[in-house]
């Protein structure tokens, strides 16, 4: 089964599209939520590397906007609330 997409994946894939096709409709405080939800969770906002005491394996993980107050959204959750 294909993963849920993300509101952030959204943004990112349509969100230039998007900004373009409503730029006289979109204020600044819009603009600067999306470019928000779409850095989140990137290299843009840094991260560090976890690492398994057990096992040894090893992830980056990218720190998020406002740490855990800042929840991730489904695409799905987000189109039907």
Same mark, same amino acid.
Request: positive net charge; hydrophobic residues 40%.
């Given at each position: 089964m294909a993963a849920v997409p993300e509101v952030a994946d959204v943004f990112r894939r349509h969100g230039e599209a998007f900004r373009q096709a409503c730029a006289g409709h979109l204020g600044r405080v819009e603009r600067r939520v999306m470019g928000a939800i779409t850095a989140c969770r990137t290299a843009a906002l840094g991260g560090h590397v976890e690492? @398994? !005491? !057990? @096992?040894?394996?090893?992830?980056i993980a990218y720190n998020s906007l406002y740490g855990d107050l800042f929840v991730k959204l489904s695409a799905s959750s987000f189109l039907n609330p």
């Amino acid at each position: 089964m294909a993963a849920v997409p993300e509101v952030a994946d959204v943004f990112r894939r349509h969100g230039e599209a998007f900004r373009q096709a409503c730029a006289g409709h979109l204020g600044r405080v819009e603009r600067r939520v999306m470019g928000a939800i779409t850095a989140c969770r990137t290299a843009a906002l840094g991260g560090h590397v976890e690492q @398994c !005491d !057990d @096992c040894g394996a090893t992830r980056i993980a990218y720190n998020s906007l406002y740490g855990d107050l800042f929840v991730k959204l489904s695409a799905s959750s987000f189109l039907n609330p």
